[in-house]
């Protein structure tokens, strides 16, 4: 997918300091934090994890044939164009290479319950307000332009204890996706700027996602991507 790329960044490390680092200089209230879950399966090590948890982040090793894979997908599925406070779920297409931890934040605060607890007249709650009404062209190009965005996110990409890429145009082998519910219809969403739009996953009735049909879910889409090695989960939940 490297041909819509418009620009690069410096790939953020799946940390939860890091992730709420960027969250709250953007404008999420400190209420709310990013969390390791360090289990699918142990329920001990699961309840470490804050509830509820209002969206969770998968991040997982791309395989050499992942964006053919994407493609095979999305074959017959429409570009999506909707846009609006009507629309169930905020998607931004992704134009910016190696910022997938960017857009996953994005898709975290800027739906569902966190929506909540956007600080009013912050950076974020501008940046939300302004691509709201706008069609996903015209919201990547936002986000592409947004040089205070920019500068709050290499701010914090830098900071990390991963070997980064020296060159921001070299591909790394590690993607992020963001799950989040709609409380306009109670759906659960799969939020990837890679792809073609939002998925829809159907009806939850739950509003935290590590319910058991949240963890279900994780764990269908770790099996059909084949991620079982080297996957990590963060989850959007209240701060301890």
Same mark, same amino acid.
């Given at each position: 997918?490297?041909?819509?790329?418009?620009?690069?960044?410096?790939?953020?490390?799946?940390?939860? #300091? /890091?992730?709420? #680092?960027?969250?709250?200089?953007?404008?999420?209230?400190?209420? $709310?934090?990013?969390?390791?879950?360090?289990?699918?399966?142990?329920?001990?090590?699961?309840?470490?994890?804050?509830?509820?948890?209002?969206? &969770?982040?998968?991040?997982?090793?791309?395989?050499?044939?992942?964006e053919a894979?994407?493609?095979?997908?999305?074959?017959?599925?429409?570009?999506?164009?909707? #846009?609006?406070?009507?629309?169930?779920?905020?998607?931004?297409?992704?134009?910016?290479?190696?910022?997938?931890? $960017?857009?996953?934040?994005?898709?975290?605060?800027?739906?569902?319950?966190?929506?909540?607890?956007?600080?009013?007249? #912050?950076?974020?709650?501008?940046? $939300?307000?302004?691509?709201?009404?706008?069609?996903?062209?015209?919201?990547?190009?936002? &986000?592409?332009?947004?040089?205070?965005?920019?500068?709050?996110?290499?701010?914090?990409?830098?900071?990390?204890?991963?070997?980064?890429?020296?060159?921001?145009?070299?591909?790394?082998d590690f993607?992020?996706?963001?799950?989040?519910?709609?409380?306009?219809?109670?759906? &659960?969403?799969? /939020?990837?700027?890679?792809?073609?739009?939002?998925?829809?996953?159907?009806?939850?009735?739950?509003?935290?996602?590590?319910?058991?049909?949240?963890?279900?879910?994780?764990?269908?889409?770790?099996?059909?991507?084949?991620?079982?090695?080297?996957?990590?989960?963060l989850a &959007?939940?209240?701060?301890?």
């Open positions: 997918m490297s041909h819509q790329y418009r620009k690069h960044f410096t790939p953020l490390e799946s940390n939860p #300091s /890091l992730f709420t #680092s960027l969250a709250h200089t953007l404008g999420l209230s400190p209420a $709310l934090e990013f969390h390791d879950v360090l289990s699918l399966h142990d329920a001990d090590l699961l309840s470490l994890t804050p509830r509820p948890a209002h969206a &969770l982040i998968i991040v997982f090793p791309t395989s050499p044939n992942y894979e994407l493609t095979t997908k999305d074959k017959g599925i429409t570009q999506y164009t909707s #846009s609006g406070d009507n629309e169930p779920i905020i998607w931004y297409k992704q134009t910016i290479n190696n910022a997938c931890g $960017l857009y996953a934040i994005l898709h975290a605060v800027s739906n569902g319950h966190a929506r909540d607890f956007i600080i009013p007249n #912050s950076h974020l709650y501008q940046l $939300l307000t302004t691509c709201t009404p706008l069609n996903p062209r015209d919201r990547a190009a936002f &986000l592409e332009n947004d040089t205070n965005l920019e500068a709050a996110y290499k701010t914090v990409a830098l900071q990390g204890d991963s070997a980064v890429p020296e060159n921001p145009e070299d591909e790394v993607h992020y996706v963001c799950f989040v519910r709609s409380p306009k219809n109670g759906h &659960l969403y799969e /939020l990837d700027g890679d792809r073609k739009g939002p998925i829809n996953l159907g009806k939850f009735e739950e509003d935290d996602l590590l319910s058991e049909r949240g963890l279900r879910v994780l764990k269908e889409f770790i099996e059909k991507t084949e991620c079982e090695g080297g996957v990590s989960l &959007l939940a209240p701060a301890e």
